[in-house]
DNA sequence: CCATGCGAAATGTGATCACATAATCCCGGC
DNA sequence: GCCGGGATTATGTGATCACATTTCGCATGG
């Protein structure tokens, strides 16, 4: 009864559910949240300053796309992807990502190729300060940042489910394979936007995406 | 101890919010909402003899999955695809459907092409019989059987949300390009795969999904 | 005949509660 | 020391309610 005093409906801010929804999203995708950590309704809702209501919406929404997995008496936890899922999740990547490069590649210009690479120098500081959630992060920035000049909104957002799906496990991925370099692909990724080459950037993305997932099945 | 690891829920049921879940989501990929067609809560909740609750879960889950559209105002319809979005999922579905029928082939055995025969001829009979969402059903339940072969969950778990958003509209092409034969190309994916031939199965499968759908451009 | 404004009905949102079940803890027995 | 079982706590589910906002119907005025 208080709380509702609290609400300032003057401006029109966004329903709780969807404040949580991507508070948890961004959390997910960044690996913040270890592989198998459980979540609670209340605790969300704690966190949030919610009832139980909206939280419930938003993990609703989030195992639905699958970046939250719901067990047989209705917890739920953040995914634990086998080896087999993991590369299904990679397939889907290669399959999609170049489809999208190709598809900005027409409408790419000067001023994307620029950002793209300043992006890329900022995943090459989060690699240097072994920051695992900004290298993450700015990886997928580097990736988004091409796909959004594809203006293929569907495709886009399937590609984001996948990587909320691979979002838990990606950090168990950097620490793993303990990069101290930039990916060496999204050099190549660059030098084909800037040829304006199609099969290259095809291939470029295929094989970033690919390399970076495979070294985990060992 | 035991006894809960065996779950004998013999008289625990699904809960409410998921058997709402399940209904809509088979009148949406089937095509039995016309697009922009409007849902309430209340009216969900009546439907299925349940309260508001567990009708928002099934709504909130089948939005996030791309099977209804949320308005601004929180208001949910079945989506009104542009042409755009159409051909975008079609590009997906035949980025797709061709890998897992690959994968499907290795695997496949007698019984199924059998049984996906049999499912062909349900189809063609509704083809005869003018029922659209017979035919929808039995067409999905064709490619279905073939993929499930695929032991790829998470590629068939996204191909199934690309079904679910076209769904409203597949009702829409069916009669628009008002067929009176079986789909041509399901004989070729058969013949395919009695022949174990990958590349002439992938192509079937490509032309099947591309063909159905570049019709409703024009 | 059409636009407009107002009031009523409808609708989504969020909070709270009761309840059943699952998970956890703790203690006694072997 | 370890295992098992019962009590206790924690958790998800679903119903109900109040409230703000949107939507719709309808009458009025141009």
Known sequence: MVET??????????????????GLRVQVMHGELTPGQALTLRGIAREYGVSMTP?????RRLTAEGALTLSASGRVTTPELTNDRIEELAQIRALLEPELGSRALRRA?????????????ANARAIHLQNPVDYIRTNLEFHRTLYLRAQSPAMLGLLETVWLQ?????????????????PPHHRLILEALRAGDDAALRLALRTDVTQGLRHLQG
Chains 1, 2 share one sequence.
Do not use: F, Q
């Not at 005093?5 to 991507?22: F, G, M, Q």
């Not at 950097?174 to 930039?182: D, G, H, M």
């Open 5 to 22: 005093l609290i609400r300032p409906s003057v401006t029109s801010e966004p329903p709780a559910h969807d404040r949580v929804y991507r």
């Open 55 to 59: 939280a419930r919406e938003a993990l």
């Open 109 to 121: 210009h000067l001023a994307l190729i620029d950002r793209m690479e300043a992006i890329n120098e």
């Open 166 to 182: 691979l979002g838990p496990t990606m950090r168990a991925l950097y620490t793993k394979l303990r990069r101290t370099t930039a």
